[in-house]
T-cell receptor
Framework: NAGVTQTPKFRILKIGQSMTLQCTQD?????MYWYRQDPGMGLKLIYY???????DKGEVPNGYNVSRSTTEDFPLRLELAAPSQTSVYFC???????????????FGPGTRLTVT | QQPVQSPQAVILREGEDAVINCSSS?????VHWYRQKHGEAPVFLMI?????EQKGHEKISASFNEKKQQSSLYLTASQLSYSGTYFC??????????????FGKGTKLSVKP
């Protein structure tokens, strides 16, 4: 079981470039999430998905887009990168059991992105 | 609203105890606690649910005061491995967008030999 995997680990983008952050989980979890973490600010939810084909915005969705065509994969797309998107990005997943979404979230190792 | 954690940072000697608090202005359904070591991903420690169900981890325990919308994480007989930043994440419902976690800014814990 690899858990949650993310690629790439590091990336430097120029302003205006685009890229896709990849996230894959092999635990058959229904829920998947994208967070960004800035120093001293905790984790902010960008987008989340309750299952294949269903996504919704979190707290800070502007400048990002997601899709979920399979249970396993949840890529995050950055269009027209800006310096404000410099951050560490974490993908996470959790399971749904008995209608209750209270189970722990499993995090991937993160992608450190710098936009200059 | 983002929950407020206190203290922001704490330094301990091995074997000492610590308490980290998490307070919200909204009625809570669940409180999660995670620990993150430098350069690594957050790792789940504990979940507390409205109604009192609790899960634990090693020598770490927690309480959840639903009336005050507060949770406290108790670390007893601290070990060097406890060093890291502790985050609480709160949800105000079990489903929908309100079932998503809102994380506090974190409490940095340093355990010295």
């Amino acid at each position: 079981n690899a858990g949650v995997t993310q690629t790439p680990k590091f990336r430097i983008l120029k302003i205006g470039q685009s890229m896709t952050l990849q996230c894959t989980q092999d635990m058959n979890h229904n829920y998947m999430y994208w967070y960004r973490q800035d120093p001293g600010m905790g984790l902010k939810l960008i987008y989340y998905s309750v299952g294949a084909g269903i996504t919704d915005k979190g707290e800070v969705p502007n400048g990002y887009n997601v899709s979920r065509s399979t249970t396993e994969d949840f890529p995050l797309r950055l269009e027209l990168a800006a310096p404000s998107q410099t951050s560490v990005y974490f993908c996470a997943s959790s399971r749904l059991a008995g209608g209750i979404r209270t189970y722990e979230q499993y995090f991937g190792p993160g992608t450190r992105l710098t936009v200059t | 609203q983002q929950p407020v954690q206190s203290p922001q940072a704490v330094i301990l000697r091995e074997g000492e105890d610590a308490v980290i608090n998490c307070s919200s202005s909204k009625a809570l359904y669940s409180v999660h606690w995670y620990r993150q070591k430098h350069g690594e991903a957050p790792v789940f420690l504990m979940i507390l649910l409205k109604g009192g169900e609790q899960k634990g981890h090693e020598k770490i325990s927690a309480s959840f005061n639903e009336k005050k919308q507060q949770s406290s994480l108790y670390l007893t007989a601290s070990q060097l491995s406890y060093s890291g930043t502790y985050f609480c994440g709160t949800s105000s419902a079990y489903g929908g967008s309100q079932g998503n976690l809102i994380f506090g800014k974190g409490t940095k814990l340093s355990v010295k030999p």
